[in-house]
């Protein structure tokens, strides 16, 4: 009944590899964001009644996740009801859990838990970063008050749209590709780990093929921050192979061209401006 068995490591020891590398070390996620799930709370009732801003609020949620993922800003969600027991340390970061973040998106939220504001003020007057995206919260604790707006008129405030959103966090930006005309793909996400003195970067596409009977190329031109070695780990064949790179205003820089059905998985050795 399946007699491509003996075919099937070439699949299977593909995902293996890719496995390896993207369980090690701890993942490199600059940006935390608010779950929006109470605000969509709010609103739980007959469908005659509240299907239509429900759907709104869906559609938000949908959107901002795309933009982040395939805008290449890698993220976390912060989940109101557990943050107040995983918050460690407020300064110019949120340390949340094991992670720690040097931004926090407010996506279209309704309403903040009055723990989070208390968090995030802390966090806001000790340099850290918070973006509110669309109107400032009207409620507290599901309830109608002015607790979030001294935080939201000390915070930066963007439309719920996809350029104010990733304007907003350029700064914390690891990782551009572009495609060869300079626009920014919107078709590729990436996964970047740290790992005992270097980094694991693994890029693939977040899209159907468009044709999945031809595979057309991708010229992309690939930056990371900082300055690394990159070697390619063919995931593939499990060899290791040059790739050519060099270093440009602080960034790694990669010009390569990836199929419909191609993904990228490199070692990134951290070396300094010599490295070239």
Known sequence: QVPWYKQYTYIENYFARVNTALTRGKAKVKVAVIHPIESYWLHFGPK???????????????????????????FDFIC?????????DVTDKLNVGEMSYDAVLIPGCETLRSTTVDILNKFRKNGGEVVFAGECPKYADAEKSDTVLPLYNSSKCVTLTKTGIL??????????????????????????????????????????????????????????????????????????????????????????????????????????????
């Open 48 to 74: 005659e009644n509240t299907a239509s801003i429900r759907e709104q609020l869906d559609n938000n949620f949908k959107n901002t996740v795309d933009w982040l993922l395939n805008g290449l800003i890698d």
């Open 167 to 276: 304007d907003a966090l350029e700064d914390y930006r690891d990782i551009d590709i572009r495609n060869a005309d300079g626009s920014r793909t919107d078709n590729l996400i990436y996964n970047y780990r740290a790992d005992n003195g270097c980094s694991w970067l693994f890029i693939a596409h977040s899209k159907q093929a468009p044709c999945k009977d031809v595979s057309y190329p991708q010229k992309i031109t690939l930056k990371i921050k900082g300055v690394f070695k990159p070697t390619v780990y063919n995931a593939l064949n499990g060899e290791t192979e040059e790739i050519s790179y060099y270093i440009k205003n602080g960034m790694t820089v990669i010009d390569t061209v990836l199929y419909s059905l191609d993904s990228l998985l490199l070692k990134l050795t951290e070396c300094d401006s010599g490295c070239n």
């Open 80 to 88: 109101e009801s557990l943050l107040p027991e995983q918050a460690g």
